[in-house]
């Protein structure tokens, strides 16, 4: 599986600042109080693996929590890079990725941008060694509002996948999601 990360946290070469992760907003679905209420969130209905993911991402054990995500189930051709996502040739007819916002919980928080890029390092290590092609996963390190008086740093997980098939894109997108949901659980060590 491929992998790699990237920092986001202060403007870009216009003087952008860089997207923040809103962890309060309206939509926020504490998944790891009420975990049933994963599959009921209409990313997790068109694409249940995302629904269990957020269930074992929130779990009590976990490292992590989450605060967004989003499934998109039709890429377009100029949305991915077949080279990017160790895609043999006639396996890109389908396409289809989704995002989750991971936050650390707060015993194991990424006060310093070092932190945060060493998580990364460590997963993206472990996801390279994965052996699944069509897909990939980029880890991009931004700031996030825990709450009014608080800033941490946080991660949004891209995950992209492809394939012959609609549903070989899918298989292989569960797989990736289970891949970078264990690595995650691997970071623990």
């Known amino acids: ?3 790699d990360w990237e920092f986001e946290l202060g403007p870009d070469a216009e003087g952008f600042a860089a997207p923040v ?13 009420y975990p049933e209420r994963a599959g009921d969130l209409p990313e997790s209905v068109l694409f249940p693996a995302l629904g269990a993911t957020l269930i074992q991402l929130n779990a009590n054990d976990s490292l992590v929590w989450t605060s967004k995500c989003d499934y998109w189930p039709n890429l377009e051709a100029n949305e991915f890079d077949p080279d990017e996502l160790d895609a043999p040739p006639g396996s890109t007819a389908h396409a289809m990725g989704c995002f989750i916002d991971v936050i650390p919980k707060k015993d194991q928080q990424w ?6 890029e060493k998580a990364c390092k460590r997963i993206c290590g472990l996801l390279n060694t ?5 897909c990939r996963a980029d880890l991009v390190i931004h700031r996030a509002f825990i709450s009014p008086d608080r800033m941490d740093l946080g991660i949004t997980a891209y995950l992209t996948s492809c394939g012959e098939s609609v549903a070989e894109a899918k298989r292989t997108l569960e797989a990736a999601l289970a891949a970078f949901t264990d690595a995650l659980g691997a970071t623990r060590r």
């Open 130 to 134: 994965v052996p699944v092609r069509c």
């Open 21 to 33: 992760i809103e962890t309060q907003w309206a939509g926020f679905v504490d998944i790891q109080r």
């Open 1 to 3: 599986m491929e992998a």
């Open 111 to 116: 006060d310093l941008p070092e932190m945060a």
